[in-house]
């Protein structure tokens, strides 16, 4: 199994509904980095996983929707927990979403799995798995 | 397959019996970050993983059993060479414990598996990975 | 000269005034890397620059004022652009006044020098360094 | 499953065959962070995974080959896009050659599964897995 | 006195002449990380160092002279080691010309010092500093 | 001004006496990162601070008459503190001694400073700088 990982990132506030998040509930902020990771079974004609500069701008991309954002103003997540984990899993989906349309190239209809990673400091992070 | 992951570390002396180990059988020490990950299939109702609070106060609770200390002295690694790999498993295990016993919240009993690494410098690191 | 740091991190969330900010004019937020230098000319009577439990859970109170928080909504930042430098110096500052009212012990009257950098990603840092 | 990764690191030159490289095509070089992990189900009679002394020695005698080099003037990697990818997958054999040869030691013979890691920049690196 | 720091990096190839330069005599390659630091005594009418997006984008202008290149084909590095610690210099006297020149902008040129540190692995780095 | 660092590691027990180092009085250990950096006014013939291959085995060989120690047992730290700090200050001492008597190499004799910083976690460390 081959893998390469990309790494971006993205600064946006948010706020938590739920007790469990204690002082987190209030509006706060986050840096982000974020690791897209692409896997197949075996290399392309290149010699590659995908065209890591298509796999860049594409990353990027996704992130530019969200960045400098208060993800709390956002239609999309009215009502909605915008934890790490959770968008993990939305930048994961959005991923396989360029794949599946072509924007990361032909070859990349042989990706398999894609994982992405979220760093919200030092010491936590989150990341979500899903096939391609 | 979703997964979040706390950092926290501890500093210990040791020492190991058997010829492979070289100088490392003398008795000496070591800082070890420990990366404890939680994983699950879906997200709990509040769109996480587990109480990410709870989760770093019982990693930290486990920790601090073995912080500060020689672990040469301990009555239960007495015949035991407490190697990072074994000390990766030995602090997974205490976790599944607290999470079967309740202390990280209801909702962690939708937990699935674990994994601790351990970084005992900027060139080497062990971990384990089991069921929850 | 002698130095020790302390790492420890915060979440909050600010926008900017100023074409020169860019799309950070929108309310965003970030994930600060917050390190803490404290410099002396020689050791203390323990053989160290400072309590480092007591300059850690001083860097923690200090942090705790700013932490999930909306900066854009706070009395004492109005008009002002809470930039990465300028919270830089302010951390610095409020450790300078804690030192001065003895909240890090007798011994840090010793010190001569103080450095705060603050780490917004993986590729942007600021800081700011004063005499104590 | 348990697991222990060494960190090495080599300098090389090479250059790329293909548009997809775009700049890339030129001859240039990279620093290649090289993380080999290895994994067993269960530790040996010592505790661990493997001598982590042989495993690092093999790594580094692995990486010798390539550091310091030109790829493009060896005469193994005519016609041969030594992607990173490529690379780590190449690193990944050639340790799973000496595993088998009984270079780590006999406990290594338990050993089930080998991952190499290449980081090129701190925003971009490939891995490769396989059986041993 | 406030700093601001921005990273990038670049992949080139080169050789050295000289004894002490044992293996790298041969052409081989190197990523660096090159973090350039912009400093000054006082923040700007906007509570900045400097522009940040200026800084980022005059030094992936510099960097961009260099990048995916072999430097011994390059026509002003004839005769000259081009080691870590002469590129750090290169670096930032180019940065400081692009200052004079206006390019970082007007409030700029308050900017009394730079600093320019080349990462050539995880365990060595090379830096240079001057004033403005 | 230019510097170049390398870095090492050594994994020591020990303990401490005094109250304000609470838990840590008790014999426990750690993994130092150890950071060593060579400064000069200007570069030697070679284009270079000082040849990276000697500094790295001289530092390699300070390191290894603490590396594996209980440094509570060492003859020479007999009522002595061995904190970060101290044992910061100790290896650049060394380091500054090997210079003087020629270990670097006779370009050595043109460094002006040396700073020695040891990392003891992820979230602190200490360091020492003095003329050469």
Redesign the interface.
């Known amino acids: 199994?081959?893998?390469?990982?990309?790494?971006?990132?993205m600064?946006?506030?948010?706020s938590?509904q739920?007790e469990?998040?204690?002082?987190?509930q209030?509006?706060?902020?986050?840096?982000?980095?974020v690791d897209a990771t692409f896997r197949r079974n075996a290399?392309d004609k290149?010699?590659?996983?995908v065209?890591?500069?298509l796999a860049s701008t594409e990353l990027r991309s996704v992130i530019e929707d969200l960045?400098?954002?208060?993800l709390d103003?956002q239609q999309e997540f009215q009502g909605?927990?915008?934890?790490?984990?959770?968008l993990?899993?939305l930048i994961a989906d959005r991923l396989v979403d360029r794949i599946h349309r072509g924007a990361l190239?032909e070859s990349a209809f042989g990706l398999t799995q894609i994982a992405v990673t979220l760093h919200?400091?030092?010491?936590?992070?989150?990341?979500?798995?899903?096939s391609v």
């Open positions: 199994m081959f893998g390469i990982t990309v790494r971006d990132h600064m946006i506030a948010h938590f739920g469990v998040f204690g002082p987190a209030q509006l706060h902020g986050a840096t982000f980095l290399l290149d010699n590659i996983v065209d890591i500069g960045n400098y954002r208060n103003d909605v927990n915008t934890s790490t984990e959770f993990a899993a190239g919200e400091s030092h010491i936590a992070w989150a990341s979500f798995e899903r």
